[in-house]
């Protein structure tokens, strides 16, 4: 399972933090962990993921803004998205590759984050 | 990026009746080394994650009904609901993998007729 957490509101200008914590398999284990965002007007978009080792690999449009890290003991991976605008509000959701598939086997609830003042 | 297409945008079909979704890649994601077409179909209820229904394109994952099934090589793809069941009823999105970033379809609603 996983579970996202974090703030549910967040000023213009300033930084976005949310957690996930992964429960029922390890976060070092050979997947890819992932961040998606979903907006009306978007759809579904990739944000970035990232190996147990640290290696990361970022969406080009969110690149210069965004922080993906693991925390192996605590068993989670966190995102962090800087300078955020009222475009960012949106449902996050975090999300697993699967080793048989390399597509999304498993995602979080979700958590909705709205950029305003 | 690749950009994925999808049609219709939304359909409405009787219970019992076939539901067929097409997706269209704008580049080949079929990898000829390992001959895996890197695509995924998902299925989403208002108010829930996107669920994995399909993976390498026509891949049932374990769990899910035979109703659905994938087809589709190269850039062309399509989802069929073989026998639509009012559970059914959410929107469905195609999804490529072959690289970074990974992209979705704007997602095609299915309804009940």
């Known amino acids: 399972q996983l579970q996202e957490s974090g703030p549910g509101l967040v000023k213009p200008s300033g930084t976005l933090s949310l957690t996930c914590v992964v429960s029922g398999a390890s976060i070092s284990s050979s997947n890819w962990w992932s961040w998606v965002r979903q907006t009306p007007g978007k759809g579904l978009e990739w944000i970035g993921e990232i190996y147990h080792d640290g290696t990361t690999d970022y969406n080009p449009s969110l690149k210069s803004r965004v922080t993906i890290s693991v925390d192996k003991p605590k068993n989670q991976f966190s995102l962090r998205l800087k300078s955020v605008t009222a475009a960012d509000t949106a449902v996050y959701y975090c999300?697993?590759?699967?080793?048989?598939?390399?597509?999304?086997?498993?995602w979080g609830p979700g958590t909705l984050v709205t950029v305003s003042s | 990026d690749i950009v994925m297409t999808q049609s219709p945008d939304s359909l409405a079909v009787s219970l019992g009746e076939r539901a067929t979704i097409n997706c269209k890649s704008s580049q080949n994601i079929l990898n000829s080394a390992n001959n895996k077409n890197y695509l995924g179909w998902y299925q989403q209820k208002p108010g829930q994650p996107p669920k994995l229904l399909i993976y390498?394109?026509?891949t049932r994952k374990p769990g899910v009904p035979d109703r659905f099934s994938g087809s589709g090589s190269g850039a062309d793809f399509t989802l069929t609901i073989s026998s639509l069941q009012v559970e059914d009823v959410a929107v469905y999105y195609c999804?490529?993998?072959?690289?970074?970033?990974?992209?979705f379809g704007q997602g095609t609603k299915v309804e009940i007729k």
């Open positions: 390498w394109a026509s």
């Open positions: 999300a697993r590759v699967g080793l048989d598939s390399s597509a999304y086997d498993y």
């Open positions: 999804q490529q993998y072959y690289n970074t970033p990974r992209t």
